[in-house]
């Protein structure tokens, strides 16, 4: 692109045009007059050619000037419009968020709350995703997982720990739990896919014997969580899933420890211009807690 003149130079000397008078002009762009000319007498140098002829009281355009006003103008006017619709843009109130269901479903909403209690004009519409599934629908903002070992995507929410968490009538009675290897009395709920899990809480509490392999077994985290609470069984899975549950007293998480699980999620904007509405929730997203 060959070097333009700078903008301030070129609306100076279209308000100049326009009133044929640089006093009025600085008052429209609330200048004082010696700069809106001395900014129409640096146009003239870098253009090399008269813009006006001035009198003691009057200026008038030369043809220089009557030939390149027009263009400007139009020029002028597109650039408005194109910044109008970029604030238009910037200031849109609505905000998509792709993001997995199992989190969506326990994690997000108190999120979401606490968001929309400092921005209730912003409306937000959640795409719910199946784990590590990218949804088609274009959005603001994406929450996806990612293993440890895999490289960051955007902000990270943090890793997550592992809980094993039971009805809180498995805590009670004379069959009830005292001590992590007491588990295989109540029987293990496996999430499919995710062995891994039971093998790291045996590894944490030096469980020897702990058969891996024998109990209910299912494809959901929620559903593992739900049998949880029906009372068939221990589940471990991942903290954020299980934290309503247990802030509710529907599950309990008997032996507590810090147990990592080697995933975490990462959050990034999606492909829509990013705006303050979704800059704001970002903010809120990314809170160490609520």
Known sequence: MKYLPPLNYIRSFEASARHLSFTKAAEELRMTQAAVSG??????????????YRAPRSLTLTEVASAYLPTLQRALAQIDVATGQVQTVRHRKEVALAC???LA???????????RAENPEVEVTVHATIWAETTEQIVDLRIIPRHVSQPLV?????????????RP???TGPDAMTSPADVHRKGLIHILGRQELWEAFARHHHIQDLSLVQGLKTDSSNVALEMAIAGLGCAVTLASLADVHLRRGLLVEPFPGEIASG??????YGELTP????DRLM???TRPAI
């Open 39 to 52: 900014h129409v007498r640096a146009l003239e140098q870098f253009i090399g050619r008269p813009l006006f």
């Open 100 to 102: 997995p269901a199992s």
């Open 105 to 115: 479903t326990n994690w997000l909403p108190p999120r979401l709350f606490a968001y």
């Open 154 to 166: 955007g902000q990270s929410l943090g890793e997550e720990r592992l809980v094993m968490v039971c």
């Open 169 to 171: 009538a498995f805590l």
């Open 263 to 268: 995933w975490g999620y990462d959050l990034h």
């Open 275 to 278: 705006t303050k509405a979704s």
């Open 283 to 285: 903010e809120f997203l």
